[in-house]
């Protein structure tokens, strides 16, 4: 099925993608008003459907946007497990695109008033890993963070994200990776892990992080694996004493990175923590096939 004949879910209705439309006064289009996740999903299950959803609602919280609560539970994982199966992805790999904004009403700064009924949108997409870079590992650029000091919420707010993940594709580079007072923050659509002094380390869940699914599943992964860990960032000028450098998300899963800039990490290949990672995200993945909630 092509992603043009796709069913997508938009505010209480299913239909064809080329029918979606929004408003021009979505808040979403306007202002950025508005939150939104990426869910994968392995043979028709969600992959941690309910930790995207929690997340959700916590950034729906922190902006006072308020859903249907009966689309907030089970709605929201009963809509994107019905549109796996509307869409055939009940084999192989999918996402799910999940975009929540404060809805339509005429432009004011503030919050309409009396309130509209929020914007929900949900569409999947069959997913594949670009060819050979997980073998190989990827190459990133270092640039300096311009974010508001609310990274953690997943705003759908990403201009900074976006110039500067086009920074790092100019730059022949895979991922940007953010740096504020000289520490490693995250990449622009994925958390960094790095081993230093045989710790496998990465940013606190500050505010100047989002809080990946990905990367509180892999220090779980690491835990259990026996690999020390703990969350405390590093500072940009240990890069070159750091020994392996991975970074995480829902469509990147464990992608190791073997150059930053000019510096070479580790041998200049994939490191032994990052490959035995890779491979227990990918079992934890492939277990996806039983329903998590
Ligand atoms: N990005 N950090 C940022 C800034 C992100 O945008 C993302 C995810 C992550 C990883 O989070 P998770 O493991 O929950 O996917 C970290 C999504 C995939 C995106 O914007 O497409």
Redesign the pocket.
């Known amino acids: 099925m092509s992603q043009d004949d796709s069913t997508i879910y938009l505010n209480g209705s299913y239909l064809p993608r080329s029918q979606g439309s929004l408003s021009i006064d979505d808040r979403g289009f306007i202002f950025g008003d508005g939150v939104y996740e990426?869910f994968r999903a392995v043979d028709g299950e969600l992959f941690q459907g309910r930790a995207h959803v929690t997340r959700l609602l916590r950034g729906l919280d922190a902006l006072g946007i308020q859903i249907p609560g009966e689309v907030e539970d089970p709605g929201l994982l009963a809509i994107a497990r019905s549109l796996l199966a509307r869409n055939r992805h009940d084999t192989g790999q999918a996402t799910i695109y999940l975009q929540v904004t404060r809805g339509a009403a005429p432009r004011t700064h503030h919050f309409p008033t009396p309130s509209v009924p929020p914007t929900i949108l949900l569409y999947t997409s069959t997913f594949r890993h670009p060819e050979g870079l997980h073998e190989k590992g990827a190459r990133c650029v270092l640039h300096s963070d311009r974010r508001w000091s609310r990274?953690d919420i997943?705003s759908v707010n990403l201009l900074p994200?976006v110039l500067a993940k086009e920074a790092a594709r100019k730059a022949g580079a895979t991922e940007a990776l953010f740096v504020r007072d000289g520490m490693l923050l995250?990449?622009?659509?994925?958390?960094l892990f790095g081993v230093l002094d045989g710790v496998l380390r990465t940013y606190p869940p500050a505010n100047y992080?989002?809080r990946?699914?990905?990367?509180d599943v892999v220090l779980d992964l690491a835990a259990g694996h026996g690999i020390p860990t703990r969350e405390e960032g590093i500072p940009m000028e240990e890069l070159p004493r750091v020994s392996e450098l991975f970074i995480?998300?829902?469509?990147t899963d464990v992608l190791p990175v073997i150059q930053v800039d000019e510096t070479s990490i580790g041998k200049g290949r994939p490191g032994p923590v990052t490959r035995r990672l890779q491979r227990a995200l990918q079992e934890e993945m492939l277990r996806t096939g039983t329903p998590t909630g």
């Open positions: 990426v990274a997943k994200n995250e990449g622009s659509s994925t958390n992080i989002l990946g699914i990905t990367r995480t998300g829902t469509t």
